[in-house]
Nanobody, 119 residues
Framework: VQLVESGGGSVQAGGSLRLSCAASGSIFIINDMGWYRQAPGKQRELVAVITSGGSTNYADSVKGRFTISRDNAKNTVLLQMDKLKPENTAVYYC??????????????WGQGTQVTVSS
């Protein structure tokens, strides 16, 4: 199983970016999918998560500005980031809890994509 991210980049404060993550490989079921981020010198933290049924949860700092969504048919998860702030600068990682077969469940990570917000 592989998670491939795209959509990072540089933007000025107040701007928008859209991150995309596609899962491929031997996939039986994908459960939760989410986005985490890690800024320099800080621990990796949850940004947003979405269940297979579409329920969402966000970090307080991004509520109202970020939107997570998924396309179960395409095994993809998106993160729309609006009104970006310099403190949102970090490497963003896609995460998915995937059952590659009915008897196992593993957590997979993407390679990370850099998001840089300038003031």
């Amino acid at each position: 199983v592989q998670l491939v991210e795209s959509g990072g980049g540089s933007v000025q404060a107040g701007g928008s970016l859209r991150l995309s993550c596609a899962a491929s490989g031997s996939i039986f079921i994908i459960n939760d999918m989410g986005w985490y981020r890690q800024a320099p010198g800080k621990q990796r933290e949850l940004v947003a998560v979405i269940t297979s049924g579409g329920s969402t949860n966000y970090a307080d700092s991004v509520k109202g500005r970020f939107t997570i969504s998924r396309d179960n048919a395409k095994n993809t998860v998106l993160l729309q980031m609006d009104k970006l702030k310099p403190e949102n600068t970090a490497v963003y990682y896609c995460n998915a809890n995937i059952r590659p077969d009915p008897s196992s469940s593993l957590s997979y990570w993407g390679q990370g994509t850099q998001v840089t917000v300038s003031s």
